[in-house]
T-cell receptor, first 117, second 118 residues
Framework: ETGVTQSPTHLIKTRGQQVTLRCSSQ?????VSWYQQALGQGPQFIFQ???????GRGNFPPRFSGLQFPNYSSELNVNALELDDSALYLC????????????????FGQGTRLTVV | AQTVTQSQPEMSVQEAETVTLSCTYD???????LFWYKQPPSRQMILVIR??????QNATENRFSVNFQKAAKSFSLKISDSQLGDTAMYFC???????????????FGKGTSLLVTP
């Protein structure tokens, strides 16, 4: 167990709806990254938060947004859900200095399986 | 562009045997880190091993070792004495920045599904 917990574990939503996924990072970790893993693919980087500020973003549209709270837990929000948003959403926490360095180990949660119908 | 390629979608190995998973990558960076992550059916990504490009010595972690060929941009994972618990998806990954002002995030390959049989 990594100490990173995600909720809910499974979720079914209708196209056009909005969804919020939650991540509780490992104790003491100040950086959270979110990834989308479509079926049969590797995870794709969505964005990263460091000390409550967005610290990097992958190639995802603005309807994917996030928050990080003072206790370093995080939310991923997706508006106007599309069928292609169906995927496993992974959260990873890390302990960063100035910001996440290239050798920092990321600790992953078990993910939220989102199905959009 | 920085990409990671895993050319073996599926592999199978018998218990106690050795298997090698391949990975190639493309980058213009001079120093970087490469990683192998394991994703069992429980879905949780677990770090298996990591390699710094500046280190010529190949990384090893118990039964897991890598063959890092920097000039060829190749980073293969060797699993010795395979165990049933090694059955999982294995992802090769590369740390990259989304822009010059951001931190690093993992760039994953598509993965190799490894099945260890009795």
């Amino acid at each position: 167990e990594t100490g990173v917990t995600q909720s809910p574990t499974h979720l079914i939503k209708t196209r056009g709806q909005q969804v919020t996924l939650r991540c509780s990072s490992q104790s003491g970790h100040n950086t959270v990254s979110w990834y989308q893993q479509a079926l049969g693919q590797g995870p794709q980087f969505i964005f990263q938060y460091y000390r409550e500020e967005e610290n990097g973003r992958g190639n995802f549209p603005p309807r994917f947004s996030g928050l990080q709270f003072p206790n370093y837990s995080s939310e991923l929000n997706v508006n106007a859900l599309e069928l292609d948003d169906s995927a496993l959403y992974l959260c990873a926490s890390s302990l960063a200095g100035a910001f996440l360095a290239m050798n920092t180990e990321a600790f992953f949660g078990q993910g939220t399986r989102l199905t959009v119908v | 562009a920085q990409t990671v390629t895993q050319s073996q979608p599926e592999m199978s190995v018998q218990e106690a045997e050795t298997v090698t998973l391949s990975c190639t990558y493309d980058t213009s960076e001079n120093n970087y880190y490469l990683f192998w992550y394991k994703q069992p059916p429980s879905r949780q990504m677990i770090l298996v091993i990591r390699q710094e490009a500046y280190k010529q010595q190949n990384a090893t972690e118990n039964r897991f070792s890598v063959n890092f060929q920097k000039a060829a941009k190749s980073f293969s994972l060797k699993i010795s004495d395979s165990q049933l618990g090694d059955t999982a998806m294995y992802f090769c990954a590369f740390m990259k920045r989304s822009n010059s002002n951001s931190g690093y995030a993992l760039n994953f390959g598509k993965g190799t599904s490894l099945l260890v049989t009795p």
